[in-house]
């Protein structure tokens, strides 16, 4: 998936294409993961009375929002810009 | 079996706690009109964007708002009580990738949108090839395809309502009254108060369904006899024959010719939803390029929630939940109102009912209002009146509105409701028919404007024709499901995403052609570096003070 990492002319702000390319890889591994359906199909092991098919893809709502809290954070770091506050910007 | 005595007539607290509750919510969506109210509610931004200009808290409960939704209460868990885990545990996957996906190209449509003025996605296309056939089709296809979410929103009222006794089987008009009431209220006070209502509802609505949830969640499954109980009874029901097919009833978790169903349902979903116009809406009302990012981390919050009220549809089987609407048919979209009723005090499930009805309100303001933009902006401003002043586009809008919710209501009351999930997988079949213009084009303009017109169309006529030739071999209803045979793979998938790939064949082929004959591409007004502009940026900052920047806390 690009990124969007073009850099250089046009006022494209220029971006640190390794970081971009560590963050796609990121976003990448939980659609990867809960795509390939017939590695979580099953009831074994359970985790207190939950088959694994179910707690598995719970697990991954965690996973996934870390890898994409992480992603977040390499993006901000390979494309880093004056902080830009307008007057209504709060945080 | 089914007695008809399982209906005790009017449940009298929780009718009366459903009603105040709603009236609480009504009485804050009008005077959601002052909320940080800067601009004139006469244009079309101030009304139909809130302003643009809310932060990351604002923005995650008005994604949840839009997101999490009768979708999430009645159909996922109905789904999951009549036909188990991939017709309905599919929307676990779905809601996790979904954020990935968005991160990847939404603040992109974010910064293009706000460097060049644009409030919807036909919008975009239309500035990025100088198209307007191909910005009438984006438009079209997220007015119509708003329609069955909408209807499936719509379902969910008239669910709570049924189980809380309101209405009868005698004759249609009494059987239909609560679909009435809810269409009417919400009509009302999405009128007259715009984006801004259901932004403030969205705080009272996600308060009670947490309220209700984390209850429900702790106290429900320890009720009726423990996790391992429940799965055993909902693997014995899906196992057990239906009568009916000769089939196992459902799934208990997907077999070996499932995979591609599940995964299918899971991935179109997620890529069809944020082509909607409600949620396109909402991601551009946010303050920087950046919120959206920050809160693609934070939003999977919701999908955890999404997955236990998925469960709730099984711990309903545990419980022996009998849904039966008032006119004495078994009816699986009652079964999570059905449930609360069974289980708890008539006062809480007041709350809980209350919960379910305002958390499909919301989603139903927000989406006939992104719908009525896109329809404003794109086709009566585009092709009727290219003079209109912010006046009468406003007012177009709000009519606009109405109609959309209108048509929501004759899908309600013309296709079989027994399955609503099905709404709003239809909607996704058409929907998802937009992605190559809007989001291949946020990357490149290697494809052909019309190359991608003749995709979208032949993705609208394959998704439209299969869907239709799904037929429920009980009531020989249309468009029953779905899921169709994937050709050449033997199994079956969902119907979008086939459409979708058929899509992108023929756009590829057809850029090829185009390309080959040397036909002009259309006028780029975008620059690369629109793609990358965030707050700060001049244009930008202009575009967002066309709404509130004043600084107050948009949370006070």
């Given amino acids: 998936m690009n990124l969007g990492s073009e850099t250089g002319g046009d006022g494209v702000p220029p971006a640190n294409k390794g970081l971009l390319a560590a963050a796609s890889v990121l976003l990448l591994i939980p659609i990867v993961a809960l795509m390939w359906v017939s590695s979580y199909a099953r009831e074994t092991p359970r985790l207190g009375g939950i088959p694994f098919f179910f707690w598995y893809q719970f697990a991954w709502v965690f996973l996934c929002s870390a890898m994409t809290w992480t992603a977040y954070k390499l993006v901000l770091a390979a494309r880093p810009r004056p902080p830009a506050r307008g007057p209504g910007e709060q945080r | 079996m089914i007695p008809l005595d399982v209906h005790k007539g009017v449940n009298g607290t929780a009718l009366t706690v459903l009603i105040v509750l709603f009236l609480v919510v009504t009485v804050l969506g009008f005077m959601a009109s002052r909320f940080r109210r800067s601009g004139d509610l006469n244009t079309l931004d101030e009304w139909g964007l809130g302003g643009r200009g809310f932060g990351t808290w604002v923005t995650w409960f008005l994604l949840g708002g839009d997101l999490y939704t009768a979708y999430t209460f009645v159909a996922v868990p109905a789904a999951m009580f009549a036909l188990g885990s991939v017709s309905g545990f599919f929307a676990v996957p779905y809601t996790i990738v979904l954020y990935p996906i968005i991160f990847v190209f939404m603040a992109r449509l974010w910064s293009v949108s706000h460097r060049n003025g644009y409030v919807t996605s036909a919008d975009f296309v239309r500035g990025r090839y100088g198209s307007r056939g191909l910005s009438l089709a984006v438009a079209v296809t997220g007015f119509v395809a708003t329609m069955p979410y909408i209807a499936l929103q719509l379902v969910g009222i008239q669910a709570v309502l049924e189980v809380a006794g309101v209405g009868s089987g005698d004759n249609w008009l009494a059987k239909d009254l609560p679909l009435f009431i809810a269409f009417v209220v919400l009509a009302a006070y999405t009128y007259s108060s715009g984006l801004r209502a259901p932004a403030v509802i969205a705080f009272v609505k996600d308060t009670l369904i947490y309220l209700v949830i984390i209850v429900a969640i702790i106290y429900l499954p320890h009720k009726f006899g423990g996790w391992s109980h429940i799965f055993g009874a909902a693997q014995e029901k899906m196992n057990a024959t239906n009568p009916a097919t000769g089939k196992p009833t459902g799934a208990f978790i997907p077999g070996s010719g499932q995979m591609w169903a599940y995964a299918t349902l899971g991935l179109g979903s997620a890529m069809a939803l944020f082509m909607y116009p409600h949620s396109i809406t909402a991601s551009l009302s946010s303050k920087s390029r950046n919120t959206i990012r920050r809160n693609a981390a934070l939003l999977p919050a919701y999908s955890f929630v999404l997955g236990l009220l998925a469960l709730l549809g099984w711990v309903a ?55 009525a933009n896109t329809f404003t902006r794109n086709i009566y401003k585009e092709w009727v009146n290219p003079t209109a002043t912010p006046a009468q586009e406003a007012k177009i809008s709000k009519l606009m509105s109405l109609v959309v919710k209108a048509f929501a209501l004759v899908f309600v009351l013309s296709l079989d409701k027994q399955n609503a999930i099905n709404f709003q997988l239809l909607g996704g079949v058409w929907i998802l028919q937009t992605f190559p213009a809007i989001v291949f084009s946020l990357y490149t303009r290697w494809f052909h404007r019309w190359a991608l017109l003749l995709g979208w169309a032949a993705g609208m006529v ?23 045979d994937i050709p050449g793979l033997g199994d079956m998938g969902y119907i979008a995403m086939t459409a979708f790939v058929l899509n992108v064949v023929v756009c590829v082929v057809g850029t090829l052609v185009l390309r080959a004959a040397k036909i002009g591409n259309g006028f780029d007004q975008t620059k690369p570096a629109d793609y ?25």
């Fill in chain 2, 317 to 371: 089987i545990a419980a022996k939940t009998n849904p039966v609407g008032l006119d004495g048919k078994p009816n699986p979209q009652l079964v999570i109102p059905q449930l609360f009723e069974d289980a708890f005090p008539s006062w809480f499930a007041g709350v809980a009912f209350a919960a379910i009805a305002i958390g499909a309100l919301v989603p139903a303001a927000i989406m006939s209002i992104a719908a």
């Fill in chain 2, 462 to 484: 394959y998704g439209t024709v299969a869907a239709y030739r799904v037929v429920n071999p009980a009531t020989n209803a249309h468009f029953a499901g779905s899921l169709a």
């Fill in chain 2, 532 to 556: 990358f502009a965030d707050a700060g940026d001049p244009r930008v900052d202009h575009d967002l003070a066309a709404g509130p920047a004043s600084g107050e806390r948009a949370e006070a």
